[in-house]
């Protein structure tokens, strides 16, 4: 069982910074897939990013392509999210996700368990 709790969401004008954090316990953490997903009102939730934790490597939704940042940090289990350039359809109540998985993946159904979301609204 992993436990997953997000912070860091809040209020911030289009063009501004912050930053998700998604603090985990329970089993290895070093061993997940760690991804981070977005809901808006009366959508769907869609993948936003994700780490490997085999290799390092790093996925991203082209939507947020070098704006958004995933980094995890397996000694204080905990898996962050920068997210810079905001603008107004970002905003979302942004989930984390881990994964007992070793390869990629953007689907909502892949991941194992789920944090309870943040909510990020970005102003214009």
């Known amino acids: 069982q992993v436990q997953l709790v997000e912070s860091g969401g809040g209020l911030v004008q289009a063009g501004g910074s912050l930053r998700l954090s998604c603090a985990a316990s329970?089993?290895?953490?070093?061993?997940?897939?760690m991804g981070w997903f977005r809901q808006a009102p009366g959508k769907e939730r869609v993948f936003v990013a994700a780490s490997s934790w085999s290799d390092g490597s790093t996925y991203y939704a082209d939507s947020v392509k070098g704006r958004f940042t995933i980094s995890r940090d397996n000694a204080k289990n905990t898996v962050y999210l920068q997210m810079n350039s905001l603008k107004p359809e970002d905003t979302a109540v942004y989930y984390c996700a881990a994964a007992n998985r070793l390869y990629y993946s953007a689907y909502v159904g892949s991941y194992n368990y789920w944090g309870q979301g943040t909510q990020v609204t970005v102003s214009s």
């Open positions: 329970g089993r290895t953490f070093s061993r997940y897939f």
